[in-house]
């Protein structure tokens, strides 16, 4: 602009600090002027909001699902970008403390929700992990986002109407809140040891193409339909 600006002025407008006004010039500007610029496109973003589960905690470097998700993205849907701010052991008040943050400097099209283990293996109330949860919720979808809810479940040694309270909380939340919900996220591992790490908690590398389809049929939809606001 500073250019082109100086490459326009007379000797005298140089002198000065002013340009003449140049009458063609004007009317050329007015009649191909349509409108304000349009804004550059922007590459779609996908978050990914979780604990070690989706953080890659005791893996290589990317075998973890996220990686794969990743990877899967680029040969499917190009157009997606992703982006990992998972903490390992983080809980959903750890979650909803960094996602405004996240929320700013992303803009995501997508948020995936995978929080609230950590909260039952701590202890902490179900209330607090539901509102925690609800505030996730409604803080992405009022940026714009799109939510997946990841499902968790807990081992029956917590107490049955523990348990149950709890894997209910995240079908309550997606009813609730209209959301894609990924039932449980260890679907087809939970009960083979063998796909752990030792700790039991944690799976395996050749668990985390699981992790990634038990995802991925939930996701699909989304990802495939046009982001909020495109054309």
């Known amino acids: 602009m500073l250019v082109s600006a100086a490459c326009g002025l007379t000797p005298a407008a140089r002198a000065t600090g002013t340009a003449a006004p140049h009458p063609a010039a004007a009317g050329s500007a007015l009649s191909t002027r349509t409108g304000p610029p349009r804004p550059p496109a922007v590459q779609p973003t996908l978050v990914v909001l979780g604990d070690s589960l989706s953080a890659g905690y005791g893996l290589p470097p990317d075998t973890g699902w996220v990686t794969l998700l990743q990877r899967r993205l680029a040969q499917t849907s190009p157009h997606y970008s992703v982006s990992n701010a998972s903490i390992s052991g983080d809980t959903t008040s750890g979650g909803l403390s960094r996602l405004p943050a996240v929320l700013a400097r992303l803009h995501p099209a997508i948020v995936i929700v995978e929080l609230g283990g950590n909260d039952a293996l701590r202890g902490l109330p179900l209330a607090t992990t539901r509102q925690n949860l609800a505030s996730i919720i409604t ?70 193409p699981v992790l990634l389809d038990n995802v991925w049929k939930r996701l699909q939809a989304l990802i495939q339909a046009k982001p909020p606001g495109s054309r």
């Open 139 to 208: 803080l992405s979808q009022a940026a714009g986002a799109r939510v997946v809810l990841v499902g968790m479940q807990i081992p029956p040694n917590y107490g049955q109407a523990y348990t149950h309270a709890f894997a209910s909380l995240y079908t309550d939340l997606a009813d609730h809140y209209h959301l894609t919900l990924v039932p449980f996220l260890l679907e087809g591992i939970a009960d083979k040891p063998e796909l752990f790490q030792a700790d039991q908690i944690h799976p395996l590398p050749q668990a985390q």
